[in-house]
């Protein structure tokens, strides 16, 4: 079971430079989100989907942009990298019905901007 | 704005005995209360989860306590096994599996022999 899928595992950018880090599911989750999280602060939400076509800003979204095409994927994308970017991004998913409140999480990809 | 303070930020348990790491959150709208587990280069899974209408919910060796009027919450690990080494995140949200987990900093627990 693939579960939610993060690509890349690990990605080097230069300020300034524009990336996207994929997410995809197939537990057809109406819901996903994309999380940061840095050394002592946790995890902190940047963008969530309620399904195909609804996006919203979550804690800190400045820096990012996604959009949802389908129920199975959700990128990610940083515009123009900056160093406070680097960070480990985790992608979510959870199911609408019936809903049990429990997110799935990636493994993970990690950024470094230099 | 912290709205959820977890500690310790650390804690080394011997095994046998019991961990216990402590929440607190500001905003009384909260009434969705889970702890996920995250062991090193994976992402964070659903431990065990609470609503404010309980005050104690137990899964095997794991319980959470919840005192609504302190607005505090925690997770009792009972004879906590090296292999519960992992760090452990408080959460609480407005809702019942709304998308806006507000997360705690953490707990790196170390169990050792």
Known sequence: NAG???TPKFQVLKTGQSMTLQCAQDMNHEYMSWYRQDPGM???LIHYSVGAGITDQGEVPNGYNVSRSTTEDFPLRLLSAAPSQTSV??????RGSP???ELFFGEGSRLTVL | QQQVK????SLIVQKGGISIINCAYEN??????????????????LLIAIRPDVSEKKEGRFTISFNKSAKQFSLHIMDSQPGDS?????????????EKLTFG???RLTIIP
Do not use: E, H, I
């Open chain 1, 4 to 6: 939610v899928t993060q």
């Open chain 2, 86 to 98: 992992a760090t452990y995140f408080c959460a609480a949200s407005y809702s019942f599996g709304n």
């Open chain 2, 28 to 45: 009384t709208a909260f009434d969705y209360f889970p702890w996920y587990q995250q062991f090193p280069g994976k992402g964070p899974a």
């Open chain 1, 42 to 44: 946790g995890l902190r």
């Open chain 2, 6 to 9: 977890q500690s310790p930020q």
């Open chain 1, 89 to 94: 991004y985790f992608c979510a998913s959870r």
């Open chain 2, 105 to 107: 900093t953490g707990t």
């Open chain 1, 99 to 101: 809903n049990t409140g």
